[in-house]
Structure formats: structure tokens, C-alpha cells
T-cell receptor, first 112, second 113 residues
Framework: GEQVEQRPPHLSVREGDSAIIICTYT??????FSWYKQEAGAGLQLLMS?????DRKEEQGLTVLLNKKDKRLSLNLTAAHPGDSAVYFC???????????FGSGTKLTVEP | DTTVKQNPRYKLARVGKPVNLICSQT?????MYWYQKKPNQAPKLLLF???????READTFEKFQSSRPNNSFCSLYIGSAGLEYSAMYLC????????????FGPGTRLTVL
């Protein structure tokens, strides 16, 4: 089945710096890619999603890059601020379209 | 109300005792999911309900039961808790089967002693 690796597990940056989180996946048939954010005490919230025909998507200071050749998905937070501190998960949907495969999460800390 | 609710938020259980976790949503979503998340691990899908049809993952088939008495509620039942069941249990829903976006509840932290 699909294997998703996410790194780094912990990331600390200063306010205004960028933060990059990377996921790799194994199934070349994967067609849907997403990033979720989990703030303390809350559920996972969808940040952005892309389909396999999209290489790059930008929204509100977030950039998702998809490299299908290397089976790599990245999330770039430009100019991070303390409110971005949370745990971030990538999630991909494989051939069984009912199942989302998650990465193990990255705890991002943005220091003032 | 576009939230998924879970009760209780924290649950302490003894080894060998049953555990029942509850999830609810009022968005009229036809699919509801249960995930198990352990520290430093990815959320792992346990099962999902599409309408009244239960689908359980092969490796968790015998460990978890579930019921969905109506569209809004879904429970996760452990008949005899073991130490290995200690984890965060996340409930999610999606509007239609195959809809990729899932809406998550805050989770129930289960500790088995």
C-alpha cells in the first residue's frame, strides 16, 4: 500500500522566516494531495489541496509544490508568524479513493 | 454548524473493559471515518461508514466495532481494551463518498491502564 514519509518531525523558525515541510509518497497512481493543520486542542483543518495535474499552488502565504517524478510534495509557509505554530500533516489519496494516507506530522514552532 | 463533535474528549479505561466513543456532525455528510493516532505516527484509518454501510480496514477488522444509528452519529466501540489501544481517536466526515476533503473533530484521547 501507499507509504507516506514526512519530514522534519519538528521545525522551529523565527517570525518572518519561511518554513518548508516535505512529504514523499510511493504510489505513482496517487491523484490527490493535501495539507492539514492541527492547532492545539482542535481537529485537523484542510489548508490546501491539489490534484495530480497541478505542479504549484499558492494561497495566502502558502505554496504547495508537487513533483510527480520524485513523488514529493512540499508545503512552504512564507513569512511565518506565531499563529502558524501548529502540527502540519500531509495527506494523499491513493487508488482506493476512500482512503487518505497521512504523514506523521511536523510540529512547527514560530518564535517572535 | 460546520463542526464535527466528539465525546468524551478524554477517556480513561481499565484493561479488559469496554470503551465507547461518540462522534456527531450536523452537516448531513454521508461518510464518517474513525482514525487512530499514536504519538509521532500518522493518523491511521480504522473504518468508515458510507451511509449505513460499514467498511473496516483489514488489519483492524476484529479490534473495533462501530455503529451509525442515523446520519449524524457514529460510534467507535472497543469490546475489551488493551494497553495498545491507548491513542488519540479522530472522527471525520465528508459530504459524499469519494469527496477528498474530510472535516475532523478534535479527537478523544483514550488512556488504557
Amino acid at each position: 500500500g501507499e507509504q507516506v514519509e514526512q519530514r522534519p518531525p519538528h521545525l522551529s523558525v523565527r517570525e518572518g522566516d519561511s518554513a518548508i515541510i516535505i512529504c514523499t509518497y510511493t504510489d505513482s497512481a496517487t491523484a490527490y494531495f493535501s495539507w492539514y493543520k492541527q492547532e492545539a486542542g482542535a481537529g485537523l483543518q484542510l489548508l490546501m489541496s491539489v490534484l495530480s495535474n497541478v505542479d504549484r499552488k499558492e494561497e495566502q502565504g502558502l505554496t504547495v509544490l508537487l513533483n510527480k517524478k520524485d513523488k514529493r510534495l512540499s508545503l512552504n509557509l512564507t513569512a511565518a508568524h506565531p499563529g502558524d505554530s501548529a502540527v502540519y500533516f500531509c495527506a494523499v489519496r491513493g487508488p482506493n479513493y476512500n482512503v487518505l494516507y497521512f504523514g506523521s506530522g511536523t510540529k512547527l514552532t514560530v518564535e517572535p | 454548524d460546520t463542526t464535527v463533535k466528539q465525546n468524551p474528549r478524554y477517556k480513561l479505561a481499565r484493561v479488559g473493559k469496554p470503551v465507547n466513543l461518540i462522534c456527531s456532525q450536523t452537516m448531513n455528510h454521508d461518510t464518517m471515518y474513525w482514525y487512530q493516532k499514536k504519538p509521532n505516527q500518522a493518523p491511521k484509518l480504522l473504518l468508515f461508514y458510507y451511509d449505513k454501510i460499514l467498511n473496516r480496514e483489514a488489519d483492524t477488522f476484529e479490534k473495533f466495532q462501530s455503529s451509525r444509528p442515523n446520519n449524524s452519529f457514529c460510534s467507535l466501540y472497543i469490546g475489551s481494551a488493551g494497553l495498545e489501544y491507548s491513542a488519540m481517536y479522530l472522527c471525520a466526515s465528508s459530504p459524499r463518498l469519494g469527496e477528498a476533503e474530510q472535516f475532523f473533530g478534535p479527537g478523544t484521547r483514550l488512556t488504557v491502564l
